[in-house]
């Protein structure tokens, strides 16, 4: 067996350097303050691939070089709760060298992130807290930090504390008032949030919402266009990265329209939206059966649930619906109520109150699809 040796004074401090002092695994503080004003540091240097070559060396028989071993790549900053587990002879089955490197991976990732103050800019967390089959369900702390981490954004603060708005949406859509609630529930919300951005404390604002399309649709309308808006999409990675954006892993989809051929006087269009799914028309109300109806849906891919899995994706859904809605002013100036039918994910939702224009698009009612299987009106937002 090799003889161990202890690493060059300059990639230790590297390392620690990296890891902000905490502990790549749990994220304690490795640098205590004792009496005297004293700062100890209690933090050890852990080795991914053993310190030496053999099977008496946690990982030791792995295949890196020993030259290798005491270089910063195979090394990371450590508790020494954490270094006796991954050590141990269970701990040493789980923590190979493969997932060693991930965890120190992760964890430089977001203390570089962190620390970016050349990029990371203050943004106001808007959350909702919804039922989800018949569970209460909002992001969590820990989920919006690896959201915003990815995104360069950091938590507005007042004080010490991080602030954020969380909109309670829990009531039940068989509940007689939901959307009149939801609706007041929205507008209280938001009036705090416009003093807060009128007064300058806050110019970008983050999203992560998940509740019935309707009320998604009037949040994305009361915050309008005017203030930058990032809308985070939950996916369905049960992880503490559930809400952050995936990666292109094909093209783009592009999204286009098929205008009915009806004459210029319609007064009310059904506008269809097919994204996570093809909407059916013949659940559709009695009063909209005979009203001519527009399609906005993928051009070359079918509806599916991860349709717009990524920001990309949701600019294109946007741009169609913008596209869309000045059409419908150019070739339909009679129209003054669109019947909204949406097939789709919640940052799609937000987009569509978001991109309508007050005073200029016409009103817009929004369905919901009932307990019945058949779409139901819900809430109007106004022109």
Known sequence: MSRRKDPP??????VWAKAAGRCSMCGEAQLVSAIRDVTVTIGEIAHQAGATEGGRSPRGDADVSLTARDKEENLMLLCHGCHRKIDSASGQEVYTVEVLRGIKEQHETMVAALTDFRTESRTLVIATRSM???????ATPREIAFALVESRRSPYT????NYNVTINLTDPVSDEWVWQRGMKQIDAAIEGIEATVSAGHVDHLSVFALAP??????LGHKLGDKTTVDVFRRSRDHTERAWCWGEETTGVPVFVHDLP???PESESIVVAM???ASVKTDRLPAELTDLP???LHPSSVAPGPDLLGSRRALDSFGRAWRRLLAQLENDFPGVNRLHVVAAVPAPAAVAIGRFHRPYADPAMVMYELGEDTRYQRALEIPA
């Open 293 to 295: 109806t527009v399609r």
């Open 9 to 14: 004074r300059s990639v230790v401090v590297s």
């Open 132 to 138: 989800v089959k018949q569970q209460a369900v909002a």
């Open 213 to 218: 399309i309707p009320l998604l649709a009037y």
């Open 274 to 276: 097919d994204v996570t």
């Open 158 to 161: 007042l004080g010490n504390l």
């Open 261 to 263: 051929d009806v004459g």
